[in-house]
């Protein structure tokens, strides 16, 4: 609490100051958030062990900053309900398998889910990311394996279907199921007006029927009456599909703050990076994969993984299929096509900028790992931190062009 001794013509200046101490405050605890975070599932990723001091830490940090951040002025004085706590466990999935006739979804998948966590589920279209909430959820069972689901959960799940909307119910009744002209949002009573403003709908639309709404504003009604649900677990199945830029705005700062388990389907990639913990990556071949962190750490961590399966020609065995298959000579020049020069110096490049940056991002890992820097230091911290986020930055761009001309190298060869 801070307090002014003078008059209040002095107040407005000295309430300014202070809110741009505070927001300057919270801005260096937030980056020091995100390197603990970085540095703390990548020793998990290198050792497989958790440092239980960091991880204290980290907690603390976050509670602080949600303390911070609670306390200041918001344009959007919504939240997520995220009802009553649940269990520590909220599922244990343990060597599971799903297949659909002769085609594998996933196999032999293990990894625990735990209050709080931020699971994303990543992959191409068809790889049965949706499948693989479902059996998370228990509504379809494994082939192989088991799931035990933890104790008090209220889960919530919006799919990609977007189903629940009758198209002649107004904007309205779909707000107020139970009738009346209020919501109950985050345990207090908030006017129907009030909450469908925050979701950018006009007043003057309240009355109009649900078949006059465009698609993306069905999307943004079908949100606002889930999110006004109490739910402990929130599972997402492509909640960004046609929202336009405000709304996702507004959708990112209601999970952000949601301290309930969040489990998100998304192609979005910023969206991803933003909000999740873990990502689950499926690549449409029955393989899976978890990684710490949001989409930029999987791909770090698993490049090619998601790439197409090579041609029957660049998996089969050399041998009389493969005779059979050559043309003579019209085919021979293909065989012995290669990168151009361009893209050839490049790949040297970028193989080279991937055995150096990780060094480099290792070096400001050691500096920033230093707990007292911050304290200690703000200035040597924002460097090592621009430093860091710059070689990572360098980093994955490399990395997305190395997967791009190995891709290609691939194809001419074949």
Same mark, same amino acid.
């Given at each position: 609490?801070?307090?002014?001794?003078?008059?209040?013509?002095?107040?407005?200046?000295?309430?300014?100051?202070?809110?741009?101490?505070?927001?300057?405050?919270?801005?260096?605890?937030?980056?020091?958030?995100?390197?603990?975070?970085?540095?703390?599932?990548?020793?998990?990723?290198?050792?497989?062990?958790?440092?239980?001091?960091?991880?204290?830490?980290?907690?603390?940090?976050?509670?602080?900053?949600?303390?911070?951040?609670?306390?200041?002025?918001?344009?959007?004085?919504?939240?997520?309900?995220?009802?009553?706590?649940?269990?520590?466990?909220?599922?244990?999935?343990?060597?599971?398998?799903?297949?659909?006739?002769?085609?594998?979804?996933?196999?032999?998948?293990?990894?625990?889910?735990?209050?709080?966590?931020?699971?994303?589920?990543?992959?191409?279209?068809?790889?049965?990311?949706?499948?693989?909430?479902?059996?998370?959820?228990?509504?379809?069972?494994?082939?192989?394996?088991?799931?035990?689901?933890?104790?008090?959960?209220?889960?919530?799940?919006?799919?990609?279907?977007?189903?629940?909307?009758?198209?002649?119910?107004?904007?309205?009744?779909?707000?107020?199921?139970?009738?009346?002209?209020?919501?109950?949002?985050?345990?207090?009573?908030?006017?129907?007006?009030?909450?469908?403003?925050?979701?950018?709908?006009?007043?003057?639309?309240?009355?109009?029927?649900?078949?006059?709404?465009?698609?993306?504003?069905?999307?943004?009604?079908?949100?606002?009456?889930?999110?006004?649900?109490?739910?402990? &677990?929130?599972?997402? /199945?492509?909640?960004?599909? *046609?929202?336009? !830029?405000?709304?996702? $705005? =507004?959708?990112?700062?209601? %999970? +952000?703050?949601?301290?309930?388990?969040?489990?998100?389907?998304?192609?979005?990639?910023?969206?991803?990076?933003?909000?999740?913990?873990?990502?689950?990556?499926?690549?449409?071949?029955?393989?899976?994969?978890?990684?710490?962190?949001?989409?930029?750490?999987?791909?770090?961590?698993?490049?090619?993984?998601?790439?197409?399966?090579?041609?029957?020609?660049?998996?089969?065995?050399?041998?009389?299929?493969?005779?059979?298959?050559?043309?003579?000579?019209?085919?021979?020049?293909?065989?012995?096509?290669?990168?151009?020069?361009?893209?050839?110096?490049?790949?040297?490049?970028?193989?080279?900028?991937?055995?150096?940056?990780?060094?480099?991002?290792?070096?400001?890992?050691?500096?920033?790992?230093?707990?007292? &820097?911050?304290?200690? /230091?703000?200035?040597?911290? *924002?460097?090592? !931190?621009?430093?860091? $986020? =710059?070689?990572?930055?360098? %980093? +994955?761009?490399?990395?997305?062009?190395?997967?791009?001309?190995?891709?290609?190298?691939?194809?001419?060869?074949?």
């Amino acid at each position: 609490m801070r307090t002014l001794n003078k008059g209040f013509v002095e107040f407005d200046d000295w309430a300014a100051k202070v809110m741009e101490e505070e927001a300057e405050s919270l801005r260096r605890l937030t980056k020091r958030i995100e390197a603990e975070t970085y540095t703390f599932y990548r020793s998990i990723t290198a050792q497989r062990t958790r440092n239980e001091g960091r991880a204290r830490a980290l907690q603390q940090m976050r509670l602080d900053r949600a303390e911070r951040v609670k306390d200041l002025p918001r344009e959007l004085n919504l939240g997520v309900d995220s009802g009553a706590v649940s269990g520590k466990l909220v599922a244990d999935i343990k060597g599971v398998s799903k297949a659909f006739g002769d085609r594998t979804i996933f196999k032999n998948l293990t990894t625990r889910i735990i209050r709080g966590d931020r699971l994303a589920i990543v992959g191409p279209n068809g790889a049965g990311k949706t499948t693989l909430v479902k059996v998370l959820l228990g509504e379809l069972a494994p082939d192989e394996g088991a799931v035990r689901m933890g104790a008090n959960l209220e889960p919530l799940y919006l799919d990609q279907s977007r189903e629940g909307l009758k198209s002649d119910m107004t904007l309205w009744d779909a707000l107020t199921p139970g009738g009346g002209d209020s919501i109950l949002v985050r345990g207090r009573s908030m006017h129907v007006a009030a909450y469908a403003k925050d979701f950018l709908f006009q007043e003057a639309q309240l009355k109009q029927p649900i078949s006059t709404l465009s698609g993306g504003e069905r999307n943004r009604l079908l949100l606002a009456r889930a999110l006004a649900q109490p739910a402990n &677990l929130l599972i997402l /199945d492509e909640p960004t599909n *046609d929202l336009d !830029m405000d709304t996702l $705005e =507004k959708l990112e700062e209601l %999970l +952000e703050s949601y301290d309930g388990t969040l489990i998100l389907v998304s192609h979005d990639r910023d969206f991803v990076d933003r909000l999740a913990t873990s990502t689950i990556a499926l690549n449409g071949r029955g393989d899976v994969v978890e990684t710490p962190g949001g989409w930029q750490d999987f791909l770090r961590q698993n490049p090619g993984f998601l790439a197409p399966p090579p041609t029957h020609a660049e998996a089969a065995p050399s041998g009389t299929r493969r005779i059979e298959k050559a043309e003579p000579s019209d085919r021979a020049p293909k065989k012995q096509a290669k990168l151009s020069y361009k893209d050839a110096r490049r790949l040297e490049e970028v193989e080279k900028l991937m055995e150096t940056l990780p060094v480099e991002i290792a070096r400001q890992d050691a500096v920033l790992a230093d707990p007292d &820097l911050y304290a200690r /230091d703000p200035a040597a911290f *924002d460097r090592a !931190m621009k430093a860091a $986020e =710059k070689a990572r930055a360098e %980093l +994955e761009a490399a990395e997305l062009d190395w997967l791009e001309l190995e891709e290609k190298k691939a194809d001419l060869a074949g």
